[in-house]
Protein backbone atom coordinates (compact mmCIF):
# COMPACT_ATOMS: atom_id res chain seq x y z
CA UNK A 1 0.00 0.00 0.00
CA UNK A 2 0.94 3.76 -1.13
CA UNK A 3 -0.74 6.37 1.11
CA UNK A 4 0.41 9.99 0.80
CA UNK A 5 -1.16 13.33 3.01
CA UNK A 6 -1.64 16.77 0.97
CA UNK A 7 -2.57 19.56 3.97
CA UNK A 8 -3.21 23.24 3.27
CA UNK A 9 -3.16 25.17 7.09
CA UNK A 10 -3.82 28.51 5.52
CA UNK A 11 -6.85 29.66 4.60
CA UNK A 12 -9.57 27.52 2.31
CA UNK A 13 -7.92 24.68 4.90
CA UNK A 14 -8.07 21.86 3.76
CA UNK A 15 -7.00 17.89 3.72
CA UNK A 16 -6.33 15.24 0.70
CA UNK A 17 -5.20 11.69 0.88
CA UNK A 18 -4.05 9.20 -1.84
CA UNK A 19 -3.89 5.51 -1.48
CA UNK A 20 -3.29 3.27 -4.06
CA UNK A 21 -4.44 5.82 -6.69
CA UNK A 22 -7.69 6.87 -4.72
CA UNK A 23 -8.21 10.44 -3.96
CA UNK A 24 -9.74 11.39 -0.86
CA UNK A 25 -10.25 15.73 -0.40
CA UNK A 26 -12.13 17.84 1.60
CA UNK A 27 -12.62 20.83 3.23
CA UNK A 28 -12.15 22.18 6.91
CA UNK A 29 -14.99 24.91 6.35
CA UNK A 30 -17.65 21.66 5.78
CA UNK A 31 -17.33 21.08 9.46
CA UNK A 32 -16.75 24.60 10.92
CA UNK A 33 -19.25 26.39 9.00
CA UNK A 34 -16.86 29.30 8.18
CA UNK A 35 -16.61 30.26 4.68
CA UNK A 36 -12.91 29.92 3.77
CA UNK A 37 -12.35 28.78 7.19
CA UNK A 38 -11.05 32.09 7.81
CA UNK A 39 -10.57 31.97 11.77
CA UNK A 40 -8.05 34.95 12.00
CA UNK A 41 -7.21 37.79 10.47
CA UNK A 42 -3.93 37.63 10.42
CA UNK A 43 -2.38 35.28 7.31
CA UNK A 44 0.82 34.02 9.63
CA UNK A 45 -2.27 32.41 12.29
CA UNK A 46 -2.48 29.01 10.50
CA UNK A 47 -4.60 26.07 11.55
CA UNK A 48 -4.51 22.69 10.77
CA UNK A 49 -7.52 20.75 9.29
CA UNK A 50 -8.65 18.64 11.88
CA UNK A 51 -11.79 17.96 10.86
CA UNK A 52 -10.80 17.20 6.95
CA UNK A 53 -8.10 15.10 7.88
CA UNK A 54 -9.83 12.97 10.64
CA UNK A 55 -12.48 12.22 8.01
CA UNK A 56 -9.60 11.48 4.72
CA UNK A 57 -7.75 8.63 7.16
CA UNK A 58 -11.23 7.33 8.67
CA UNK A 59 -12.97 7.06 4.95
CA UNK A 60 -9.72 4.79 3.77
CA UNK A 61 -9.56 2.98 7.00
CA UNK A 62 -6.24 3.92 7.89
CA UNK A 63 -3.89 5.36 10.80
CA UNK A 64 -0.80 7.75 10.91
CA UNK A 65 1.61 5.02 11.01
CA UNK A 66 0.09 4.01 7.83
CA UNK A 67 1.30 7.28 5.69
CA UNK A 68 4.22 7.31 3.97
CA UNK A 69 4.49 11.29 3.24
CA UNK A 70 3.19 14.79 4.18
CA UNK A 71 3.65 17.57 2.43
CA UNK A 72 2.44 20.89 3.19
CA UNK A 73 2.47 24.14 0.70
CA UNK A 74 4.79 26.95 3.09
CA UNK A 75 2.70 30.24 3.82
CA UNK A 76 4.82 32.63 6.27
CA UNK A 77 5.25 35.69 5.65
CA UNK A 78 8.93 36.89 4.35
CA UNK A 79 11.27 36.45 7.03
CA UNK A 80 13.42 38.14 8.98
CA UNK A 81 15.34 35.79 9.65
CA UNK A 82 17.10 32.57 8.32
CA UNK A 83 15.17 30.01 10.38
CA UNK A 84 11.79 30.83 9.22
CA UNK A 85 11.30 27.37 7.59
CA UNK A 86 12.51 25.57 10.64
CA UNK A 87 10.38 27.19 12.72
CA UNK A 88 7.29 26.86 10.33
CA UNK A 89 8.08 23.37 10.07
CA UNK A 90 8.17 22.67 13.62
CA UNK A 91 4.84 24.46 14.35
CA UNK A 92 2.71 22.88 11.38
CA UNK A 93 4.46 19.41 12.69
CA UNK A 94 3.82 19.92 16.66
CA UNK A 95 -0.25 20.32 15.81
CA UNK A 96 -0.40 17.08 13.62
CA UNK A 97 -0.18 13.52 15.17
CA UNK A 98 2.56 11.18 15.26
CA UNK A 99 3.91 9.92 13.32
CA UNK A 100 2.47 12.34 10.51
CA UNK A 101 4.60 15.33 12.46
CA UNK A 102 8.22 13.90 11.94
CA UNK A 103 6.89 12.97 8.21
CA UNK A 104 5.92 16.59 7.18
CA UNK A 105 7.90 18.65 4.79
CA UNK A 106 7.42 21.40 3.57
CA UNK A 107 7.00 22.59 -0.17
CA UNK A 108 6.32 26.06 -2.64
CA UNK A 109 2.85 27.11 -2.20
CA UNK A 110 2.55 28.02 -5.52
CA UNK A 111 4.03 24.72 -6.92
CA UNK A 112 1.60 23.06 -5.01
CA UNK A 113 -0.86 25.05 -6.82
CA UNK A 114 0.41 23.86 -9.95
CA UNK A 115 0.67 20.54 -9.54
CA UNK A 116 -2.83 20.84 -8.40
CA UNK A 117 -3.54 20.90 -12.14
CA UNK A 118 -0.96 19.25 -13.73
CA UNK A 119 -0.74 16.29 -12.23
CA UNK A 120 -4.49 16.17 -13.18
CA UNK A 121 -4.57 17.30 -16.70
CA UNK A 122 -2.76 14.03 -18.46
CA UNK A 123 -0.96 16.86 -20.05
CA UNK A 124 3.01 16.27 -20.96
CA UNK A 125 4.33 18.98 -21.74
CA UNK A 126 2.73 22.41 -20.35
CA UNK A 127 3.30 25.81 -18.99
CA UNK A 128 2.35 26.40 -15.96
CA UNK A 129 0.81 29.71 -14.68
CA UNK A 130 -0.27 30.27 -10.65
CA UNK A 131 -1.29 33.30 -9.76
CA UNK A 132 -2.89 34.69 -6.43
CA UNK A 133 -2.60 37.42 -3.54
CA UNK A 134 0.58 35.72 -2.40
CA UNK A 135 2.16 32.53 -1.82
CA UNK A 136 5.68 31.02 0.28
CA UNK A 137 7.87 33.53 0.74
CA UNK A 138 10.88 33.53 -1.47
CA UNK A 139 14.72 32.95 -1.08
CA UNK A 140 17.47 34.19 -1.72
CA UNK A 141 17.27 33.60 -5.63
CA UNK A 142 14.42 35.96 -6.29
CA UNK A 143 14.85 38.67 -3.78
CA UNK A 144 12.57 39.43 -0.86
CA UNK A 145 8.85 38.93 -0.70
CA UNK A 146 6.54 36.70 -1.91
CA UNK A 147 5.37 34.50 -4.71
CA UNK A 148 2.63 36.48 -6.59
CA UNK A 149 2.98 35.24 -9.91
CA UNK A 150 5.14 31.92 -10.97
CA UNK A 151 5.27 30.07 -14.22
CA UNK A 152 6.66 26.68 -14.73
CA UNK A 153 7.98 24.59 -17.47
CA UNK A 154 6.25 21.09 -16.49
CA UNK A 155 6.82 17.61 -17.73
CA UNK A 156 6.31 14.50 -15.54
CA UNK A 157 10.00 14.29 -14.90
CA UNK A 158 10.76 17.85 -13.93
CA UNK A 159 9.18 20.81 -12.72
CA UNK A 160 11.26 23.76 -13.86
CA UNK A 161 10.61 27.18 -12.55
CA UNK A 162 11.10 30.12 -15.32
CA UNK A 163 9.05 32.83 -14.57
CA UNK A 164 9.39 34.71 -10.32
CA UNK A 165 7.24 38.13 -10.53
CA UNK A 166 9.49 40.28 -7.31
CA UNK A 167 6.76 43.15 -7.50
CA UNK A 168 8.66 46.35 -5.80
CA UNK A 169 8.16 46.61 -2.03
CA UNK A 170 5.72 49.21 -0.93
CA UNK A 171 7.32 51.89 1.95
CA UNK A 172 6.05 51.85 4.73
CA UNK A 173 6.10 50.56 8.45
CA UNK A 174 5.00 47.25 7.35
CA UNK A 175 6.26 45.87 4.25
CA UNK A 176 3.42 45.07 1.62
CA UNK A 177 4.41 43.58 -1.99
CA UNK A 178 1.45 43.98 -4.48
CA UNK A 179 -0.54 41.07 -6.42
CA UNK A 180 -2.84 41.26 -9.28
CA UNK A 181 -4.85 38.85 -6.92
CA UNK A 182 -4.88 42.02 -4.51
CA UNK A 183 -5.43 44.31 -7.45
CA UNK A 184 -8.66 42.46 -8.50
CA UNK A 185 -9.68 42.44 -4.81
CA UNK A 186 -8.65 46.35 -3.99
CA UNK A 187 -11.16 47.21 -6.58
CA UNK A 188 -13.90 45.17 -5.93
CA UNK A 189 -13.96 46.30 -2.13
CA UNK A 190 -14.19 49.64 -3.61
CA UNK A 191 -17.07 48.45 -6.00
CA UNK A 192 -19.24 45.84 -4.55
CA UNK A 193 -21.04 46.53 -1.44
CA UNK A 194 -20.68 44.91 2.43
CA UNK A 195 -22.43 41.44 2.63
CA UNK A 196 -21.60 40.39 -1.47
CA UNK A 197 -18.74 37.89 -2.35
CA UNK A 198 -16.39 41.05 -3.79
CA UNK A 199 -14.77 39.56 -6.62
CA UNK A 200 -17.46 37.09 -7.90
CA UNK A 201 -20.18 40.48 -7.71
CA UNK A 202 -17.20 42.91 -10.14
CA UNK A 203 -16.74 40.05 -12.66
CA UNK A 204 -20.66 39.40 -12.46
CA UNK A 205 -21.08 43.26 -12.68
CA UNK A 206 -18.40 43.97 -15.53
CA UNK A 207 -20.89 42.36 -17.81
CA UNK A 208 -23.51 45.44 -17.48
CA UNK A 209 -20.35 47.97 -17.86
CA UNK A 210 -18.45 49.86 -20.63
CA UNK A 211 -15.12 49.74 -19.74
CA UNK A 212 -14.07 52.50 -22.34
CA UNK A 213 -15.26 54.91 -19.35
CA UNK A 214 -12.50 54.26 -17.47
CA UNK A 215 -10.47 51.94 -19.20
CA UNK A 216 -7.40 55.05 -19.27
CA UNK A 217 -7.39 55.73 -15.62
CA UNK A 218 -7.31 51.98 -14.94
CA UNK A 219 -5.01 50.92 -17.50
CA UNK A 220 -2.39 54.05 -15.65
CA UNK A 221 -2.39 51.58 -12.55
CA UNK A 222 -1.49 48.43 -14.72
CA UNK A 223 2.02 48.91 -16.74
CA UNK A 224 3.08 45.46 -18.77
CA UNK A 225 6.45 45.69 -19.85
CA UNK A 226 8.70 43.27 -22.01
CA UNK A 227 9.59 39.77 -20.50
CA UNK A 228 6.17 39.22 -19.35
CA UNK A 229 6.04 42.14 -16.31
CA UNK A 230 3.06 43.63 -14.65
CA UNK A 231 3.85 46.86 -12.44
CA UNK A 232 0.82 47.82 -10.25
CA UNK A 233 0.74 51.55 -9.02
CA UNK A 234 0.76 51.47 -5.32
CA UNK A 235 -0.70 50.69 -2.82
CA UNK A 236 -3.56 49.03 -5.33
CA UNK A 237 -2.05 45.89 -5.78
CA UNK A 238 -2.43 45.42 -1.97
CA UNK A 239 -4.95 45.29 0.81
CA UNK A 240 -5.02 49.15 1.22
CA UNK A 241 -8.76 50.04 -0.09
CA UNK A 242 -8.58 52.79 2.53
CA UNK A 243 -6.43 55.45 0.34
CA UNK A 244 -8.39 57.04 -2.16
CA UNK A 245 -7.71 56.75 -5.78
CA UNK A 246 -9.06 59.52 -8.40
CA UNK A 247 -11.53 58.13 -11.39
CA UNK A 248 -13.39 59.84 -13.71
CA UNK A 249 -15.37 62.50 -11.59
CA UNK A 250 -15.34 60.49 -8.07
CA UNK A 251 -12.90 59.39 -5.27
CA UNK A 252 -13.23 55.76 -4.81
CA UNK A 253 -12.34 53.99 -1.36
CA UNK A 254 -14.13 50.54 0.45
CA UNK A 255 -15.79 53.33 2.12
CA UNK A 256 -17.36 55.24 -0.20
CA UNK A 257 -19.29 52.09 -2.47
CA UNK A 258 -22.71 53.35 -1.45
CA UNK A 259 -21.91 56.79 -3.05
CA UNK A 260 -21.57 55.59 -6.95
CA UNK A 261 -24.37 55.01 -8.75
CA UNK A 262 -25.27 51.27 -10.41
CA UNK A 263 -23.71 52.49 -14.40
CA UNK A 264 -20.83 53.78 -12.29
CA UNK A 265 -19.67 50.56 -10.76
CA UNK A 266 -20.14 48.57 -13.56
CA UNK A 267 -18.47 50.60 -15.65
CA UNK A 268 -15.56 50.52 -13.58
CA UNK A 269 -15.89 46.82 -13.13
CA UNK A 270 -15.21 46.18 -16.64
CA UNK A 271 -12.28 48.68 -17.01
CA UNK A 272 -10.73 46.30 -13.89
CA UNK A 273 -11.63 43.22 -15.61
CA UNK A 274 -10.55 44.49 -18.39
CA UNK A 275 -6.89 45.16 -17.33
CA UNK A 276 -6.52 42.33 -15.29
CA UNK A 277 -7.47 40.37 -17.91
CA UNK A 278 -4.81 41.66 -19.99
CA UNK A 279 -2.37 41.38 -17.21
CA UNK A 280 -2.50 37.44 -16.81
CA UNK A 281 -2.75 37.31 -20.77
CA UNK A 282 0.65 39.15 -20.85
CA UNK A 283 2.18 36.85 -18.51
CA UNK A 284 0.91 33.83 -20.01
CA UNK A 285 2.10 34.85 -24.16
CA UNK A 286 5.74 35.52 -21.84
CA UNK A 287 5.52 32.04 -20.52
CA UNK A 288 4.52 30.84 -23.98
CA UNK A 289 7.64 32.01 -25.60
CA UNK A 290 10.05 30.58 -23.19
CA UNK A 291 8.69 27.26 -22.68
CA UNK A 292 7.63 26.30 -26.23
CA UNK A 293 4.52 24.18 -25.17
CA UNK A 294 1.62 24.50 -26.51
CA UNK A 295 -0.53 23.71 -22.93
CA UNK A 296 -1.45 25.62 -20.49
CA UNK A 297 -2.08 24.71 -16.77
CA UNK A 298 -3.41 27.58 -14.65
CA UNK A 299 -4.15 27.40 -10.76
CA UNK A 300 -4.07 29.89 -8.08
CA UNK A 301 -6.99 31.89 -7.40
CA UNK A 302 -7.09 34.55 -9.68
CA UNK A 303 -8.22 31.00 -11.72
CA UNK A 304 -11.34 31.38 -10.35
CA UNK A 305 -12.09 34.58 -12.87
CA UNK A 306 -14.07 32.54 -15.39
CA UNK A 307 -14.48 35.31 -17.97
CA UNK A 308 -10.73 35.60 -17.81
CA UNK A 309 -10.44 31.80 -18.46
CA UNK A 310 -12.69 32.01 -21.67
CA UNK A 311 -10.47 33.59 -23.32
CA UNK A 312 -7.09 32.93 -22.36
CA UNK A 313 -6.01 30.14 -24.42
CA UNK A 314 -7.03 31.90 -27.47
CA UNK A 315 -5.07 34.97 -26.39
CA UNK A 316 -2.35 33.66 -25.40
CA UNK A 317 -1.61 31.19 -28.15
CA UNK A 318 -2.10 28.08 -26.42
CA UNK A 319 -3.57 24.89 -27.88
CA UNK A 320 -5.42 24.02 -24.50
CA UNK A 321 -6.38 25.36 -21.17
CA UNK A 322 -6.58 23.19 -18.38
CA UNK A 323 -7.47 24.80 -14.94
CA UNK A 324 -6.69 22.71 -11.72
CA UNK A 325 -10.30 21.41 -10.56
CA UNK A 326 -9.71 23.54 -7.01
CA UNK A 327 -7.49 26.65 -8.30
CA UNK A 328 -8.21 28.33 -4.34
CA UNK A 329 -5.85 27.64 -2.05
CA UNK A 330 -7.69 24.34 -0.52
CA UNK A 331 -6.71 23.07 -3.89
CA UNK A 332 -3.06 23.35 -2.76
CA UNK A 333 -3.26 20.33 -0.66
CA UNK A 334 -4.72 17.96 -3.48
CA UNK A 335 -1.30 19.33 -5.24
CA UNK A 336 0.73 18.91 -2.33
CA UNK A 337 -0.32 15.37 -2.31
CA UNK A 338 0.20 14.60 -6.17
CA UNK A 339 3.54 15.83 -6.14
CA UNK A 340 4.26 13.16 -2.80
CA UNK A 341 2.66 10.79 -5.00
CA UNK A 342 4.40 11.54 -8.59
CA UNK A 343 7.71 12.87 -7.73
CA UNK A 344 8.55 12.01 -4.53
CA UNK A 345 7.04 8.01 -4.38
CA UNK A 346 7.24 7.55 -8.11
CA UNK A 347 3.83 6.91 -8.37
CA UNK A 348 1.98 6.42 -12.38
CA UNK A 349 -0.38 9.55 -12.74
CA UNK A 350 -3.94 9.63 -11.88
CA UNK A 351 -6.67 9.63 -14.27
CA UNK A 352 -7.71 12.85 -15.23
CA UNK A 353 -11.14 13.57 -13.57
CA UNK A 354 -14.62 14.28 -14.83
CA UNK A 355 -15.88 15.33 -11.39
CA UNK A 356 -14.44 16.10 -8.07
CA UNK A 357 -16.86 13.93 -5.50
CA UNK A 358 -14.13 13.66 -3.26
CA UNK A 359 -15.36 14.04 -0.11
CA UNK A 360 -18.03 12.50 2.48
CA UNK A 361 -21.32 10.85 1.24
CA UNK A 362 -24.53 12.62 3.23
CA UNK A 363 -25.79 9.75 5.43
CA UNK A 364 -29.81 9.38 5.51
CA UNK A 365 -32.20 12.02 6.19
CA UNK A 366 -33.21 12.02 9.93
CA UNK A 367 -36.77 11.95 10.46
CA UNK A 368 -35.88 14.44 13.61
CA UNK A 369 -34.64 16.83 11.42
CA UNK A 370 -37.45 16.93 9.20
CA UNK A 371 -38.91 20.68 9.16
CA UNK A 372 -42.71 21.72 9.58
CA UNK A 373 -44.64 21.14 6.07
CA UNK A 374 -42.75 19.27 4.44
CA UNK A 375 -43.25 15.31 3.75
CA UNK A 376 -40.67 12.68 3.13
CA UNK A 377 -40.76 10.00 0.88
CA UNK A 378 -37.98 6.85 1.15
CA UNK A 379 -36.93 4.33 -0.81
CA UNK A 380 -38.30 5.67 -4.42
CA UNK A 381 -35.26 3.65 -6.20
CA UNK A 382 -35.57 4.23 -10.28
CA UNK A 383 -38.79 6.17 -9.81
CA UNK A 384 -36.36 8.88 -8.23
CA UNK A 385 -35.38 10.14 -11.34
CA UNK A 386 -38.29 10.85 -13.44
CA UNK A 387 -39.74 12.12 -10.48
CA UNK A 388 -37.40 14.98 -9.96
CA UNK A 389 -36.99 15.39 -13.22
CA UNK A 390 -40.63 16.38 -13.69
CA UNK A 391 -40.43 18.59 -10.53
CA UNK A 392 -37.64 20.78 -12.48
CA UNK A 393 -39.78 20.34 -15.85
CA UNK A 394 -42.34 22.00 -13.72
CA UNK A 395 -40.01 24.90 -12.73
CA UNK A 396 -39.67 23.54 -9.33
CA UNK A 397 -36.44 24.69 -7.27
CA UNK A 398 -34.62 21.19 -5.96
CA UNK A 399 -32.04 20.91 -3.34
CA UNK A 400 -29.85 18.03 -4.83
CA UNK A 401 -27.88 16.00 -2.50
CA UNK A 402 -25.99 12.61 -4.33
CA UNK A 403 -22.84 10.72 -3.58
CA UNK A 404 -19.45 12.28 -2.22
CA UNK A 405 -19.03 16.02 -1.37
CA UNK A 406 -17.42 18.09 -3.99
CA UNK A 407 -13.90 19.17 -3.38
CA UNK A 408 -13.23 22.99 -4.27
CA UNK A 409 -15.89 26.13 -4.39
CA UNK A 410 -17.98 24.94 -7.16
CA UNK A 411 -21.30 22.57 -6.88
CA UNK A 412 -20.74 19.92 -9.24
CA UNK A 413 -23.78 18.22 -8.99
CA UNK A 414 -23.53 16.83 -5.48
CA UNK A 415 -24.61 18.98 -3.16
CA UNK A 416 -26.62 22.08 -5.77
CA UNK A 417 -29.73 23.60 -6.39
CA UNK A 418 -31.21 22.65 -9.41
CA UNK A 419 -34.29 24.49 -11.42
CA UNK A 420 -35.17 24.63 -14.93
CA UNK A 421 -32.93 27.27 -17.05
CA UNK A 422 -35.61 28.12 -19.47
CA UNK A 423 -37.09 31.83 -17.44
CA UNK A 424 -35.66 34.35 -16.04
CA UNK A 425 -37.95 34.60 -13.09
CA UNK A 426 -36.31 31.34 -12.03
CA UNK A 427 -33.20 32.83 -11.80
CA UNK A 428 -34.58 36.11 -10.15
CA UNK A 429 -36.47 33.28 -7.49
CA UNK A 430 -33.48 32.13 -6.76
CA UNK A 431 -31.51 35.35 -6.34
CA UNK A 432 -33.83 36.01 -3.55
CA UNK A 433 -33.66 32.65 -2.19
CA UNK A 434 -29.52 32.92 -2.02
CA UNK A 435 -29.81 36.36 -0.68
CA UNK A 436 -27.49 37.55 -3.29
CA UNK A 437 -27.20 40.62 -6.08
CA UNK A 438 -30.25 40.60 -8.79
CA UNK A 439 -27.63 40.86 -11.47
CA UNK A 440 -25.36 37.31 -10.35
CA UNK A 441 -25.80 34.93 -12.82
CA UNK A 442 -26.22 31.80 -12.83
CA UNK A 443 -24.92 27.87 -14.28
CA UNK A 444 -26.17 25.39 -16.10
CA UNK A 445 -24.84 21.76 -16.06
CA UNK A 446 -25.01 20.75 -19.69
CA UNK A 447 -24.76 17.28 -21.04
CA UNK A 448 -21.40 17.15 -22.63
CA UNK A 449 -22.17 15.60 -25.91
CA UNK A 450 -24.74 19.16 -26.45
CA UNK A 451 -22.44 21.68 -25.69
CA UNK A 452 -21.84 22.43 -29.31
CA UNK A 453 -25.36 22.22 -30.14
CA UNK A 454 -25.86 25.91 -27.84
CA UNK A 455 -22.26 27.10 -27.08
CA UNK A 456 -19.68 28.77 -29.12
CA UNK A 457 -17.04 26.94 -27.16
CA UNK A 458 -16.21 23.64 -25.02
CA UNK A 459 -17.48 23.45 -21.57
CA UNK A 460 -15.16 22.22 -18.39
CA UNK A 461 -15.63 19.96 -15.93
CA UNK A 462 -15.75 21.96 -13.12
CA UNK A 463 -17.32 25.22 -13.89
CA UNK A 464 -14.10 26.85 -14.40
CA UNK A 465 -14.30 29.29 -17.61
CA UNK A 466 -17.18 31.03 -19.91
CA UNK A 467 -18.27 30.47 -23.29
CA UNK A 468 -21.24 32.77 -25.65
CA UNK A 469 -24.03 30.92 -26.33
CA UNK A 470 -25.06 30.60 -29.62
CA UNK A 471 -27.71 33.53 -30.49
CA UNK A 472 -30.09 31.14 -31.89
CA UNK A 473 -30.66 29.35 -28.64
CA UNK A 474 -30.12 31.95 -25.92
CA UNK A 475 -33.69 32.99 -24.88
CA UNK A 476 -34.39 29.24 -24.30
CA UNK A 477 -32.40 29.16 -21.84
CA UNK A 478 -32.73 32.86 -20.45
CA UNK A 479 -32.01 31.72 -16.39
CA UNK A 480 -28.71 31.02 -17.22
CA UNK A 481 -27.37 33.15 -20.31
CA UNK A 482 -25.69 36.60 -18.61
CA UNK A 483 -26.39 40.01 -19.38
CA UNK A 484 -23.60 39.78 -22.43
CA UNK A 485 -24.46 36.38 -23.33
CA UNK A 486 -22.12 34.09 -22.00
CA UNK A 487 -22.67 31.61 -18.88
CA UNK A 488 -19.99 29.97 -17.09
CA UNK A 489 -20.62 26.15 -18.13
CA UNK A 490 -19.89 22.99 -16.80
CA UNK A 491 -20.41 19.96 -18.98
CA UNK A 492 -21.30 16.64 -17.45
CA UNK A 493 -19.97 13.73 -19.02
CA UNK A 494 -21.06 10.38 -19.21
CA UNK A 495 -19.42 8.84 -16.13
CA UNK A 496 -20.49 11.58 -13.87
CA UNK A 497 -22.37 10.51 -10.90
CA UNK A 498 -23.92 12.59 -9.53
CA UNK A 499 -25.87 14.76 -12.35
CA UNK A 500 -26.02 12.21 -15.59
CA UNK A 501 -29.10 10.47 -15.41
CA UNK A 502 -31.08 13.26 -14.49
CA UNK A 503 -29.90 15.32 -17.07
CA UNK A 504 -30.56 12.76 -19.29
CA UNK A 505 -34.21 12.27 -17.65
CA UNK A 506 -34.66 16.29 -17.78
CA UNK A 507 -33.39 16.39 -21.55
CA UNK A 508 -35.86 13.57 -22.85
CA UNK A 509 -39.35 15.61 -20.89
CA UNK A 510 -37.86 18.88 -22.49
CA UNK A 511 -35.48 19.03 -25.17
CA UNK A 512 -32.92 20.72 -23.19
CA UNK A 513 -29.87 19.36 -21.90
CA UNK A 514 -28.83 21.17 -19.32
CA UNK A 515 -29.98 22.27 -15.58
CA UNK A 516 -29.76 25.06 -13.68
CA UNK A 517 -27.02 24.31 -11.43
CA UNK A 518 -26.11 26.56 -8.42
CA UNK A 519 -24.56 25.64 -4.64
CA UNK A 520 -26.64 24.17 -1.96
CA UNK A 521 -25.88 27.02 0.60
CA UNK A 522 -27.67 29.50 2.73
CA UNK A 523 -26.16 33.39 2.78
CA UNK A 524 -22.36 33.63 3.97
CA UNK A 525 -21.98 29.79 4.73
CA UNK A 526 -19.82 26.67 3.19
CA UNK A 527 -21.91 24.30 0.44
CA UNK A 528 -23.95 21.94 2.74
CA UNK A 529 -22.21 18.30 3.49
CA UNK A 530 -24.67 16.29 5.29
CA UNK A 531 -28.22 15.14 5.04
CA UNK A 532 -29.48 16.95 8.19
CA UNK A 533 -27.66 20.40 6.81
CA UNK A 534 -29.39 20.16 3.89
CA UNK A 535 -33.11 19.27 4.97
CA UNK A 536 -32.99 22.02 7.61
CA UNK A 537 -31.69 24.53 4.55
CA UNK A 538 -34.57 23.36 2.78
CA UNK A 539 -36.67 24.78 4.81
CA UNK A 540 -34.50 28.22 5.64
CA UNK A 541 -34.34 28.39 1.85
CA UNK A 542 -37.80 27.83 0.99
CA UNK A 543 -37.31 25.27 -1.55
CA UNK A 544 -40.11 22.51 -3.27
CA UNK A 545 -38.14 19.96 -2.63
CA UNK A 546 -35.18 17.92 -1.75
CA UNK A 547 -33.58 14.80 -2.78
CA UNK A 548 -30.90 13.32 -0.45
CA UNK A 549 -29.78 9.13 -1.70
CA UNK A 550 -33.14 8.18 -3.30
CA UNK A 551 -35.68 10.23 -0.91
CA UNK A 552 -37.66 13.04 -1.62
CA UNK A 553 -38.43 15.64 1.02
CA UNK A 554 -41.47 17.68 -0.55
CA UNK A 555 -43.42 20.62 0.48
CA UNK A 556 -46.78 20.12 1.64
CA UNK A 557 -47.04 23.49 -0.59
CA UNK A 558 -46.80 21.39 -3.71
CA UNK A 559 -49.87 18.80 -5.26
CA UNK A 560 -50.00 15.70 -4.42
CA UNK A 561 -48.37 14.04 -7.48
Known sequence: MTAVLGLN????????????????????????????????????????????????????????????????????????????LSTEHDELAAALPEPLGSRLRLMSHHTAHAMSGYLLSGLDHAAGLVIDAGGSALGADFGPGRERITGYDLTPNRIDRVYQATPA????????????????RNFALRIIPPGDEAEGSLMAMAAFGDPSRYRHDVQQLLHLAAEGIVHIEPPYGSADTTTPIRIGDRTWTAGSVADASFA????????????????????????????????????????????????????????TLFIAPAPHDAGTALGAALYGWHYQLCQPPLPVPVDAAWGPHPGPIPSSAIPAGHRLISGLGDRLIPAV??????????????????????????????????????RDRLNAIKQRAAYRPFAPAVIAERVHDWFMAPGDPFMNRVASARRCRAS?????????????????????????????EFHRLTGLPMLLNTSFNTKSAPILMSAE?????????GLDAVVVNDALLISDKLSTR
Open 9 to 84: FHHDTSAALIVDGRLYAAEEERWSGIKHHRQHQWKSVLTPPTQALTWCLDAASLDPDDIDAVWVPSMRPTPAAGTW
Open 389 to 426: AGLLAEHRVVGWVQGGMEFGPRALGHRSILAHPGHTET
Open 169 to 184: VLPGPRRVHSSLGHFY
Open 264 to 319: ERADLAAAVQEAFSCAVIHVARHLRRITEATSLVFSGGCALNSHLNGRLAAEADFD
Open 533 to 541: QAVRAAGDL
Open 476 to 504: QIAAVVHHDGTTRLQSIAKHHAGLRPLLE
